[in-house]
């Protein structure tokens, strides 16, 4: 690769970082949604994939990218190939969207500490955890309006990263109301 291309990728991939996905509240870079960057004249080819096929986000997020992408110098054409192989999971998140999505091992921690019988919902855990270890998780979810979580194969993708707190600000829910939700339920809320 030339060296203006590289200095071109280095200056996409920095403005790729703008592009925020409003579900999750972390940029795709860090996210690890983009696979590549091939650049031919003043065409950049970006190769990237999304959290979930079928994301309703997918055509907004192009027009975003496109949009920083253009905005790189020397760059007058964007084409976006979206791929499904490799299959993203939580491994291709940075570090930092690690810490912000709250994607720690806290559920071993959780384990050893809770008493028997107490039923526990941590706001920073993923929802995936919640609804493995409860099976009226997702009802109380969805009765609190986040009615996309009944979304075939939305747990196993998003939801391995999304918190309540996030998915509550991504979806405009009060916080207040869904940590009522579940205390009504019986549940202790912590981390909120």
Known sequence: MKEENIKQVDQIMTALTKVIDPELQV????LGLIYGIDIE????TIKMTLTVMGCPL?????????KAVLSVAGITSCEIKLV?????????????????????NHGEQIKTAEPVNEKI????????????????????MYDCGFT???IPGLLNTVGRVMTI???AQAMKIDLAKVKQAFEDKGYKVIND
Request: charged share 25%; hydrophobic share 40%; proline share 6%.
């Open 58 to 66: 997918s055509d907004y997020l192009q027009k975003q990218i496109q």
């Open 148 to 150: 996309r979580i009944k």
């Open 121 to 140: 919902i941590d706001f920073s855990m993923p929802i995936k955890k919640m609804a493995d270890k409860y099976p009226d998780f997702v009802q109380i």
């Open 27 to 30: 940029d795709v870079v860090n």
């Open 165 to 167: 707190p996030l998915g």
């Open 84 to 104: 499904w192989y490799p299959v993203w999971t939580t491994e291709r998140l940075s570090q930092a969207a690690k810490k912000q999505l709250g994607v720690t």
């Open 41 to 44: 004249g003043e065409k950049a």
